[in-house]
């Protein structure tokens, strides 16, 4: 089992974490948890292609946690919004250097159904492994339907939500 299951295993013996409580328990090690290296292999380069391939713009990255893909979205040329519902995720996304210092990207923290941007804002939304974490993810693409352009380009990425992460 790997370290941030057996914390959150020994924090909450049999009860289920919402995904905040989960997150921020895992916030500290998830950089080094080996999924996150079969992600950066996997998933990583469909994401930074995808993000080179639309035209800069103004964007959300919902359920960004640590930040892997927001420097890649300032390099393409983006603006990005990084909104998380753990707000140790996004300290952590600080702590790895996710930010570029330009003021490119936004930090906030919120539920991915209640996203704090007005109608018809973005210009794109990236949301890895979030769907799969919410017991509605209808109200997710509800809410992704209100925020983005018309025309706005989105890519989502996620696994089944009954994966053995532990494996």
């Not at 905040?20 to 994401?47: C, I, M, N, Q, S």
Request: include cysteine; charged fraction near 25%.
């Amino acid at each position: 089992m790997s370290t941030i299951a057996t914390r959150i295993t020994r924090r909450s013996s049999t009860s289920v974490l919402r995904p905040r409580e989960g997150y921020d328990l895992a916030a500290d090690g998830f950089v080094a948890w080996h999924w996150t290296k079969f992600w950066r292999r996997h998933e990583a380069p469909l994401v930074r292609r995808w993000l080179k391939s639309i035209a800069p713009g103004l964007g959300l990255d919902a359920g960004a946690g640590f930040g892997p893909y927001l420097r890649d979205a300032t390099t393409a040329g983006h603006r990005c919004i990084a909104v998380d519902v753990s707000i140790k995720m996004l300290a952590a996304a600080v702590c790895n250097g996710a930010l570029d210092g330009k003021n490119l990207v936004w930090t906030v923290q919120s539920d991915a159904c209640k996203l704090p941007v007005k109608d018809g804002r973005l210009d794109w939304i990236l949301t890895t492994r979030v769907l799969s974490n919410n017991a509605e993810p209808g109200c997710i693409l509800n809410e992704f339907a209100r925020v983005t352009k018309r025309g706005a380009g989105c890519l989502i990425t996620d696994v089944h939500p009954d994966h053995p992460y532990e494996k």
